[in-house]
């Protein structure tokens, strides 16, 4: 029976694939059954090539990359790494605040506590949100911490969340939220509500300052001093100049020449101090370092020999305090000047603004910034007191009713209705003849309201003090349109009240200066290297055990090398470099310093002046024609040369002197003046070596 069900089955007509080729008409199979494998291997490979087509499934993979890296770059773009315009908070930093509005009951919360109820809106886990939490902290403005909240100037960690606590300060709950006008989305997983933007009446993006990378862009905004933001925005409201400078908590010295309204780059040195001549300290650092960072620079520094320390005290706890002691023979102002050339204790940093402005990121300057954060302020208090003016309305329409309510006796009429409608229109009608004294048009809530008052109330009405409450709500309401018309010296009188209250909180911390003195870091660098020259192997530099040419140098200094043909180079401070058994001079090249050189070239002997001029790095160079020999040569002018000749028959002068002096000063491929045409057995400037103060002795006159 199953052979023939599945006889059965295979006499079924096969459907034809989509895309596919008809398939040929069956073969019958032979005794070996190859006629069924060869219809089933073809109707693999129609499959196979409706399902993996290489176009069709490289057009849909690249369709799907494309389309996935956008998302993910929107995303962290727009969700992540980058603060929102209108708030100037970055979502993490809005869910936490929003988790601590939530929560908040004036007492301190428990952080951990905190960073559980924010991952109802934040999908990213506690690790990010206990990072962010922190680094809120210590901005000071919006979130006040107990605890080890960590230490900004050592770069000590937080501790763990359990251990600290932390609330919204009062700031933050009168300027950053208000729940009426709030617009919401839901989370993550759609189980709570969190809003959009917060309606902050603060300029955040500036106060906070941040960093941010994402996809394809990055981010640094510098933060600046609060009063000073807030001074601003009273000027553009007064539509006067301003600027703004960034304030850093850590404090400093800051040259802001080209800031260029947030577009350009600050330098920021650290505050350091004379204690005494061999003392100094470190009082405020730069940002982006801490006292550990800062250390580890200038001990790399020495290292490099760069410069020279005799001993690192850090004495920071509250305040940096960092005493670095000067070595025999180093002053304290030199030493200053070569912290700030070759240490971390001068920074450049770069601002670029970029925020999200209407779902796009766009890159602003501080003053288009404030101007748009001013703009929104002027939005959110007009609605705040737009709202506050249909408060006030509905609250005295309310009272208004009450007291016609109570003093016509409206409740009487209600009394024989049997039913809900005939009492609604019991109360209607008691209003009629009083319509002129109502604020607006009656409705059914209204009605509602006033049959829930308590007979109580009735009974103890009290006139006078409902007509107190009458005019003290009008004349508030008189107020609130006063400042609905006046809006603009409304919102001054806001900002200069957050000014009186909060500017004294925040002073400015880092120290602005017209202009950083420029530090020449070859005048200040040490000369921590000793160059030496070892004739047997032929090396010469600063890691040479050596006895020639012993030179002290800083790590810019350059290297002369002269060797005994004329040939002549200009190469960096060599650690250890192979010139071999020929080099005849070695010192530091100088454009001022005269040389004095006598040169035989087989024939004659010649003495010449001259000065280096410029030369290219590491290019061999000739300062006496081919095939010549050196046989003096010195960076100075001497009083006097000493020439000594080889003897020869019938030579009656074997010594003679000379003023080099009377010889001009040329450039080194000069000839020179001619000596003699005598074989010269040597020429120095020191009479001892050789010379015979008897014999015959002659000076040399230059033609």
Request: net charge positive; glycine share 6%.
């Amino acid at each position: 029976m199953c052979a023939a069900k599945r006889k059965k089955e295979s006499d079924q007509p096969e459907l034809p694939i989509e895309g596919a080729k008809p398939a040929p008409a069956k073969k019958p199979a032979d005794k070996n059954g190859n006629g069924g494998q060869h219809v089933v291997a073809e109707a693999v490979e129609a499959i196979a090539q409706r399902l993996f087509d290489p176009k069709k499934l490289e057009v849909g993979l690249h369709t799907r990359v494309d389309r996935g890296f956008l998302d993910y770059a929107s995303y962290v773009i727009r969700d992540r790494a980058i603060p929102n315009l209108a708030d100037g908070l970055k979502p993490v930093q809005r869910r936490i605040l929003w988790a601590l509005h939530e929560k908040d009951d004036g007492r301190f919360i428990k952080v951990a506590n905190v960073v559980g109820h924010t991952m109802q809106y934040h999908p990213h886990g506690d690790a990010s949100i206990g990072d962010a939490l922190v680094v809120l902290a210590n901005k000071r403005y919006l979130i006040e911490g107990q605890g080890n909240f960590g230490n900004i100037f050592t770069g000590d960690p937080a501790a763990a969340p359990r251990y600290i606590e932390c609330r919204l300060t009062e700031l933050a709950r009168t300027e950053v939220f208000n729940d009426s006008i709030t617009d919401f989305i839901p989370s993550y997983d759609g189980r709570n509500k969190e809003p959009v933007t917060l309606p902050c009446k603060l300029p955040l993006t500036l106060m906070l300052g941040t960093e941010g990378i994402a996809v394809g862009l990055s981010a640094r905004i510098l933060p600046h001093n609060f009063p000073e933001l807030i001074e601003a925005q009273i000027a553009i409201l007064k539509k006067q100049s301003f600027k703004c400078l960034p304030d850093f908590p850590t404090g400093g010295l800051m040259d802001a020449r080209d800031y260029q309204d947030g577009k350009g780059t600050v330098k920021v040195r650290a505050k350091i101090k004379t204690k005494d001549e061999s003392t100094v300290v470190i009082k405020e650092i730069p940002p982006t370092t801490t006292t550990e960072s800062l250390i580890a620079s200038i001990e790399d520094a020495v290292q490099k020999g760069k410069l020279k320390v005799k001993s690192i005290n850090d004495f920071t706890s509250e305040n940096v305090e960092i005493e670095i002691k000067c070595p025999a023979g180093v002053d304290a102002e030199k030493l200053v000047d070569a912290l700030y050339a070759f240490t971390a204790c001068e920074v450049s940093i770069a601002s670029r603004i970029v925020v999200i402005k209407d779902n796009r990121p766009v890159e602003l300057t501080v003053s288009e910034i404030l101007r748009e954060n001013t703009d929104q302020l002027v939005a959110i208090l007009k609605r705040e007191l737009e709202l506050r003016q249909q408060k006030l309305q509905d609250e005295l329409h309310y009272r208004t009713l009450e007291r016609i309510f109570i003093e016509e006796r409206i409740y009487k009429a209600i009394e024989k209705c049997k039913t809900n409608e005939a009492v609604m229109a019991a109360v209607y009608d008691g209003f009629k003849p009083f319509k002129k004294e109502l604020i607006r048009d009656i409705v059914d809530t209204d009605v509602e309201r006033l049959l829930q008052v308590r007979i109580r109330r009735i009974s103890l009405f009290d006139i006078n003090k409902h007509r107190e409450e009458m005019e003290k709500t009008k004349a508030e309401l008189a107020e609130t349109l006063k400042n609905l018309k006046n809006l603009t010296k409304y919102v001054i009188g806001h900002l200069e009240a957050l000014l009186e209250k909060y500017g004294p909180m925040y002073p400015r911390l880092t120290t602005k200066s017209a202009r950083h003195e420029e530090v020449d870091v070859k005048a200040v660098a040490f000369k921590s290297f000793k160059v030496a020259y070892d004739r047997e192997s032929g090396y010469v530099g600063y890691k040479v055990s050596g006895e020639e040419f012993k030179l002290e140098c800083t790590k810019f200094d350059k290297i002369l090398l002269v060797f005994k043909d004329g040939t002549y180079k200009v190469t960096e401070l060599p650690e250890k470099l192979f010139v071999g058994p020929e080099l005849f001079y070695c010192g530091l090249p100088d454009r001022e310093t005269v040389f004095t050189c006598a040169y035989t070239d087989r024939k004659a002997s010649y003495l010449k002046r001259f000065t280096f001029g410029g030369t290219i790095m590491n290019k061999a160079y000739l300062c006496i024609p081919d095939k010549s020999r050196i046989l003096f040569f010195a960076p100075e002018t001497p009083k006097v040369l000493y020439v000594r000749y080889k003897p020869a028959p019938h030579q009656k002068i074997n010594q003679q002197t000379c003023d080099p002096s009377k010889i001009e000063i040329k450039s080194p491929k000069t000839r020179g003046r001619q000596i003699s045409i005598k074989d010269i057995s040597s020429v120095t400037a020191d009479p001892t070596r050789g010379w015979d103060e008897k014999a015959a002795t002659t000076e040399i006159v230059f033609v």
